[in-house]
């Protein structure tokens, strides 16, 4: 049985309900985050709640609750669900706010509303072998989502349909491309290597600031590799050696086939290699309690 936590009660999933008068349901008007936990240990926790604080200032909504009860809640949830994790007992936490339920529906904040605070855990599996072995296959398509992709926000219908046009071409994911431009992911951060470069696009109100994003510079540039935060024409990602999509859940994914066509030579890449090697030592000191 799954424990969540909802408004301040831990109790079983089966059990948690919220108004249909929520704005969360009613409008979309919330914000979310997904946390990975290695061995029990939260990952990049003050990175995620950053973020948390971010959207929640980018939909005008106060913080419900401080650093330390949030860390309180989500390791008390991490630790209910123990016992459905595994041995290795790694999970995903999800958390969610949304702006509370009021008595009429009406677009415009409601006055003196208490925010909806909902956090589960789900096991959390290593990324399919399939993709990390042989590679994933990747579609583009036309970012048709909002100016404000910066915010963590729940509303993701356009997300889903991207997300679903791709896997109906056999695709793990669409990458999105807005103005010729590389943006991200339906749901991952984008990376090209090209000539022995690691590239990513800048951060922009155009896409989220992935965590797993920052880690990855961040241990690209400890290795010395040749990092750039710069804008990525479309015709760049098509001549690229390798294609990297990052997220939480994914990690590094590499991508070998773009649109049908084979990424560089069609194998897993060698500066891949080298970051997924320094990723999973990274999530091995999480594990041991070493890192954060
Ligand atoms: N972009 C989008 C649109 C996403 O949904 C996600 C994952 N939630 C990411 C990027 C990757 O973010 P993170 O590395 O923090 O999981």
């Not at 909902?118 to 579609?139: H, I, K, Q, R």
């Not at 690229?240 to 194998?267: C, F, H, K, Q, Y």
């Amino acid at each position: 049985m799954t424990t969540v936590y909802l408004n301040g009660t831990f109790l079983p999933v089966e059990n948690a309900c919220i108004s249909v008068m929520d704005r969360g349901f009613l409008f979309g008007d919330g914000v979310y985050e997904v946390i990975p936990a290695y061995g029990g240990n939260l990952f990049r926790l003050h990175e995620h709640l950053n973020r948390l604080k971010n959207s929640l200032d980018g939909i005008r909504l106060a913080n419900p609750l401080s650093d330390s009860e949030w860390e309180t809640i989500l390791n008390e949830v991490l630790e209910s669900n123990r016992p459905l994790a595994g041995t290795n007992n790694d999970q995903s936490v999800y958390l969610q706010v949304t702006r509370g339920s009021a008595e009429k529906r009406d677009h415009s904040f409601p006055e003196a509303v208490r925010p909806t605070v909902f956090v589960m855990s789900a096991p959390l599996p290593d990324p399919d072998p399939a993709l990390t072995d042989c590679g994933a296959a990747a579609v583009t398509l036309d970012d048709t989502r909002w100016q404000h992709c910066n915010i963590k926000a729940v509303t993701l219908l356009p997300n889903v349909l991207l997300r679903q046009q791709a896997k109906d071409q056999n695709a793990a994911e669409a990458i999105l491309i807005r103005d010729h431009r590389v943006i991200e992911g339906s749901a991952s951060n984008v990376f090209v290597i090209k000539d022995g470069n690691v590239l990513t696009p800048p951060k922009s109100q155009q896409m989220l600031p992935g965590i797993t994003r920052d880690l990855v510079l961040k241990l690209a540039r400890q290795a010395e590799l040749p990092c750039k935060e710069t804008d990525i024409e479309e015709a760049l990602l098509r001549t690229a050696d390798e294609i990297w999509l990052t997220s939480s859940t994914r990690e590094v994914m590499p991508v070998t086939r773009l649109d049908g066509n084979r990424v560089g030579d069609g194998s897993l890449g060698p500066v891949w290699k080298t970051i997924i090697a320094l990723y999973r030592d990274y999530k091995a000191a999480v594990r041991q309690g070493k890192a954060q």
